[in-house]
């Protein structure tokens, strides 16, 4: 009896063991800091290295055969305690926190970067296309 329960209680001990997962974290998002680091004529492997992940999506324009790849990038965003702003631990992150979830649209063409612009810098600059092309008129 104390052997089959012996073997019993090892099987039951196995199961769980091997019932196990590990679980892999792929990262959904880039940063500001790593959108500063692109410059333009880039190689489209220099960008997906370092944004630091794949586009989540891919646009292909026939016409002109240029690529669009979109990420979602998010800002760092740091409260301050008003009780601690003179110290500084205040300048110590321990625990980043991410703000405004936006899109970055990165234009490839001959399989190099041409252009590169988030959402909010697009509808910023609306204004300013508009004056350039008066300027030309």
């Known amino acids: 009896m104390k052997k089959s329960l012996y073997i019993l209680s090892t099987l039951f001990f196995v199961s769980l063991v091997s019932c196990t ?3 892999m974290t ?3 998002f880039t ?3 790593e959108i500063y680091n692109l410059e333009i ?3 489209e492997a220099e960008v997906i290295t370092t944004l630091g992940l794949q586009p989540y999506e891919i646009q292909f324009n026939f016409e002109d055969q240029t690529k ?3 990420w979602n990038y998010r800002r760092p965003h740091h409260e301050i305690n008003r009780d601690l702003k003179s110290s500084a631990s205040v300048l110590n992150i321990q625990n980043p926190q991410w703000k405004d979830e936006e899109i970055l649209h990165v234009h ?3 399989g190099k970067i041409s252009n590169f612009y988030t959402k909010t810098g697009r509808s910023n600059s609306k204004s300013l296309m508009n004056e350039k092309f008066e300027l030309q008129n």
């Open 31 to 33: 940063t500001t800091g």
């Open 26 to 28: 792929i990262s959904e």
């Open 21 to 23: 997962s590990s679980k």
């Open 108 to 110: 490839i063409t001959d």
């Open 41 to 43: 004529g880039m190689s």
């Open 68 to 70: 669009v790849l979109l």
